[in-house]
């Protein structure tokens, strides 16, 4: 069974980093580019960006919104991707989800973690 | 970026009725189309892949349709468990967007 846990949320000061880990199992980690979707109180779903499996690249692409700041990188080994979030801003407070990529592409999103809180307040 | 457009933002309706919901997008995105419902506090679960594929294990009353900049998602009968908000999204270009979902409710 496919299964992806995030990790890693909480309250933090605006300027401030956080990093979100997503522990993958039920499948071979490696294969598979991974994507992070958040979701702001009571909003819409919004792309955050992706990371390829290193078949393809390994390589990564990232929303306007977070280019720059935001860092996707990932240990095949252990079967983690992690989000690397610096300088953060009060509008990136947001359930963040990890999600499996279906195919060779930047989606379909076939399975998501249960997702992570991430609040940003001082 | 591509701007993707659903109608209704919410609808009512009875167990049994057939329930579309149409989504539009701001250019020709073949049918690079998706459908997730994410049920109250849980996660988005993928339903239809590619415009009009049903996802492994989701039940045959949802489908989808449509190419180009205008397809459609249907419940052909709506059941207590599909209460939900439900969001398309565009994969044809970067970055992947989802248009701003639809509440489904019992009337």
């Known amino acids: 069974e496919v299964q992806l846990v995030e990790s890693g949320g909480g309250l933090v000061q605006p300027g401030r980093s956080l990093r979100l880990s997503c522990t993958a199992s039920?499948?071979?980690?490696?294969?598979?580019?991974m994507s992070w979707v958040r979701q702001a109180p009571g909003k819409g779903l919004e792309w955050v960006g992706f990371?390829?499996?290193?078949?393809?690249?390994?390589?990564?692409e990232y929303a306007a919104s977070v280019k720059g700041r935001f860092t996707i990188s990932r240990d095949d080994s252990k079967s983690i991707a992690y989000l690397q979030m610096n300088s953060l801003k009060t509008e990136d407070t947001a359930v963040y989800y990890c999600?499996?990529?279906?195919?060779?592409?930047?989606?379909?999103?076939?399975?998501w973690g249960q997702g992570t809180l991430v609040t940003v307040s001082s | 970026d591509i701007q993707m457009t659903q109608s209704p933002s919410s609808l009512s309706a009875s167990v049994g009725d057939r329930v579309t919901i149409t989504c539009q997008a701001s250019?020709?995105?073949?049918?690079?189309l998706n459908w997730y419902q994410q049920k109250p506090g849980k996660a988005p679960k993928l339903l239809i892949y590619d415009a009009s594929n049903l996802e492994t294990g989701v039940p045959s009353r949802f489908s989808g349709s449509g190419s180009g900049t205008d397809f459609t998602f249907t419940i052909s009968s709506l059941q207590p468990e599909d209460i939900a908000t439900y969001y398309c999204?565009?994969?044809?270009?970067?970055?992947?967007?989802f248009g701003q979902g639809t509440k489904v409710e019992i009337k």
């Open positions: 990371i390829r499996s290193k078949a393809y690249g390994g390589t990564t």
């Open positions: 039920g499948f071979t980690f490696g294969d598979y580019a």
């Open positions: 999600t499996r990529v279906m195919g060779s592409s930047w989606s379909p999103f076939d399975y």
């Open positions: 250019q020709d995105i073949s049918n690079y």
């Open positions: 999204q565009q994969y044809d270009n970067l970055p992947p967007t």
